[in-house]
């Protein structure tokens, strides 16, 4: 790693989310200066203690990111619009948004544009999102920008957690949209974090361009039947059928695009497009770095679901 890490200054974009925050204090216990961006500074008190200096920004406000590039040496890029709506929704974060934020890079003589971008990314993906993801790579690439592209699976706290885990835990039943059997890859956030902090950190960077998975594959369902075994409970899904999620995502298009888009991609065919991590066994070798497997996320997260009820019953 580079010595004059610790005097350099980095922006990060999307600094409350689920890869944003532990970034941020991972560069903080570096003794990195950060500037952690994020719309509702009041998410942020916790990373403001530790030393951050917090602002609000929005990538639906190019004057408030340019604003936020002044000063900055390294820039991390980790807000998406995948669930937005209104002035929120992808076509402005992931697109227009991410355009100017890589112009007021330039303009600031940023050194270095870490992107987290998505596995998937490709200029014919059949789901908008991951066709602008692509898109924004290649607009990086003609930035003259020094960059660095992540390509991170599903985020466990995400697809695993928020979207199934978390319902299941809380009513005793998973909600799935189709029938929820393609496998595919999850990665945990905070492995992704790490990953991170290297690439920007490190002079130069370990990688140009970098597929980030974590280990197996797992179906929709078998995730859910992964926290009803480590909750002790039975396992029992309610199905959300193909055809009428399609429907619900034609209606809903208009009115919450980001609620739409989530109801088009699951209600694909298993085969629409490949969600398998090719990097195997020989990526934590790679890396250096162990990577966390879906099975200790979700004890994780049934172990402090547990811990919480309690605390609110003895309050």
């Given at each position: 790693?580079?010595?004059?890490?610790?005097?350099?200054?980095?922006?990060?974009?999307?600094?409350?989310?689920?890869?944003?925050?532990?970034?941020?204090?991972?560069?903080?216990?570096?003794?990195?200066?950060?500037?952690?961006?994020?719309?509702?500074?009041?998410?942020?008190?916790?990373?403001?203690?530790?030393?951050?200096?917090?602002?609000?920004?929005?990538l639906a406000d190019s004057a408030s990111i340019a604003r936020a590039c002044l000063g900055i040496d390294r820039?991390?890029?980790?807000?998406?619009?995948?669930?937005?709506?209104?002035?929120?929704?992808?076509?402005?974060?992931?697109?227009?948004?991410?355009?100017?934020?890589?112009?007021?890079?330039?303009?600031?003589?940023?050194?270095?544009?870490?992107?987290?971008?998505?596995?998937?990314?490709?200029?014919?993906?059949?789901?908008?999102?991951?066709?602008?993801?692509?898109?924004?790579?290649?607009?990086?690439?003609?930035?003259?920008?020094?960059?660095?592209?992540?390509?991170?699976?599903?985020?466990?706290?995400h697809h695993a957690h928020r979207f199934i885990g978390q319902g299941l835990l809380a009513t005793g039943k998973a909600r799935l949209i189709g029938p929820g059997t393609k496998a595919?890859?999850?990665?945990?956030?905070?492995?992704?974090?790490?990953?991170?902090?290297?690439?920007?950190?490190?002079?130069?960077?370990?990688?140009?361009?970098?597929?980030?998975?974590?280990?197996?594959?797992?179906?929709?369902?078998?995730?859910?039947?992964?926290?009803?075994?480590?909750?002790?409970?039975?396992?029992?899904?309610?199905?959300?059928?193909?055809?009428?999620?399609?429907?619900?995502?034609?209606?809903?298009?208009?009115?919450?695009?980001?609620?739409?888009?989530?109801?088009?991609?699951?209600?694909?065919?298993?085969?629409?497009?490949?969600?398998?991590?090719?990097?195997?066994?020989?990526?934590?070798?790679?890396?250096?770095?162990?990577?966390?497997?879906?099975?200790?996320?979700?004890?994780?997260?049934?172990?402090?679901?547990?811990?919480?009820?309690?605390?609110?019953?003895?309050?």
């Open positions: 790693m580079a010595s004059e890490s610790v005097t350099m200054k980095i922006l990060v974009v999307g600094a409350t989310g689920a890869l944003g925050r532990p970034v941020v204090k991972a560069l903080l216990a570096q003794g990195v200066a950060v500037r952690a961006v994020c719309r509702h500074p009041e998410h942020a008190v916790d990373l403001a203690a530790l030393g951050a200096e917090v602002c609000a920004g929005d820039v991390l890029a980790c807000a998406h619009g995948l669930l937005g709506r209104g002035r929120h929704r992808s076509e402005i974060i992931d697109d227009r948004g991410h355009r100017a934020l890589i112009a007021a890079a330039r303009a600031a003589a940023v050194q270095r544009f870490v992107y987290t971008s998505a596995y998937g990314a490709a200029a014919d993906n059949p789901i908008d999102f991951f066709r602008t993801k692509w898109v924004i790579e290649q607009c990086l690439a003609a930035s003259g920008l020094d960059t660095v592209v992540l390509r991170p699976t599903a985020f466990m706290e595919r890859n999850f990665v945990c956030a905070e492995d992704v974090a790490r990953v991170a902090v290297r690439a920007l950190l490190e002079d130069p960077p370990p990688w140009r361009c970098l597929d980030v998975g974590g280990p197996g594959h797992f179906s929709n369902v078998e995730v859910a039947a992964l926290y009803a075994r480590a909750a002790g409970n039975p396992l029992r899904i309610q199905h959300l059928p193909r055809r009428l999620a399609a429907m619900m995502a034609a209606l809903a298009r208009p009115l919450h695009p980001g609620l739409a888009r989530v109801l088009h991609l699951s209600s694909l065919p298993d085969e629409a497009f490949d969600e398998h991590f090719h990097g195997g066994t020989d990526f934590e070798a790679e890396l250096g770095l162990p990577m966390t497997t879906l099975e200790d996320f979700v004890r994780r997260q049934v172990d402090a679901a547990g811990a919480a009820a309690r605390a609110q019953s003895s309050a």
